[in-house]
């Protein structure tokens, strides 16, 4: 018969790595960023998950990704980690745009008329993604010790060999 080599302490690491990223996608788990390697900060379609993914199951690094949303503090646990670990990615304006417009063609919802009637922004129009993307420069701003990432038209790999 075949004999297969035993599995490597390297490939329980990146299960391991990768079981803890899913459990820290979008936020969940706040209280867990002590234990992330990696902390991804960003507004929604800025490709945090697909990079928190491709970093557990590349390089055996425990990412915890947490959404950036206007007018919505992020959570408090961000501030007591050790900065170097902390990523914050932005993206350009029509870039996001153009994502968020084709996320929401892809559900079915009507993208001209979303939110008119409760009277809040579109996520997808550019003035909303404009205040979105400049409160979250703010915040980098205000913590210089945080790596910035302009993810704009860069493959997950590119992102991800920033961070290795």
Same mark, same amino acid.
């Given at each position: ?5 035993p599995?490597?302490?390297?490939y329980f @690491?990146r299960v391991?790595?990768?079981? /803890?990223?899913i459990?820290? *996608? *979008?936020?969940?788990?706040?209280r !867990?960023?002590?234990?992330? *390697?990696?902390?991804?900060?960003? $507004?929604?379609r800025s490709s945090k998950t697909?990079?928190?993914m491709?970093?557990a199951?590349q390089f ?5 990704n947490?959404p950036?949303v206007l !007018?919505i ?8 980690? *050790? ?6 990615l932005?993206?350009?304006?029509? /870039?996001?745009k ?5 996320r929401?063609a ?5 993208v001209d008329s979303?939110?008119k009637?409760?009277?809040s922004f579109d996520?997808?129009?550019? @003035?909303?993604?404009q205040?979105?993307?400049?409160e979250v ?6 913590h210089?010790e945080?790596? $910035?990432i302009d993810v704009t038209?860069?493959a997950?790999e590119? !992102? ?5």
């Amino acid at each position: 018969g075949t004999r297969r080599k035993p599995l490597s302490d390297k490939y329980f @690491k990146r299960v391991e790595a990768v079981e /803890f990223t899913i459990k820290q *996608d *979008d936020g969940a788990q706040c209280r !867990n960023l002590q234990k992330a *390697d990696v902390i991804l900060l960003g $507004v929604s379609r800025s490709s945090k998950t697909p990079l928190s993914m491709y970093l557990a199951q590349q390089f055996g690094y425990k990412v915890a990704n947490v959404p950036l949303v206007l !007018n919505i503090p992020p959570p408090k646990e961000i501030f007591a980690v *050790d900065p170097r670990r902390v990523f914050g990615l932005v993206i350009q304006p029509q /870039f996001l745009k153009r994502i968020r417009s084709r996320r929401l063609a892809g559900t079915g919802v009507d993208v001209d008329s979303i939110g008119k009637a409760s009277g809040s922004f579109d996520y997808s129009s550019i @003035k909303y993604i404009q205040e979105e993307l400049k409160e979250v420069r703010q915040l980098y701003a205000q913590h210089p010790e945080w790596s $910035v990432i302009d993810v704009t038209g860069r493959a997950v790999e590119e !992102n991800a060999a920033i961070i290795a």
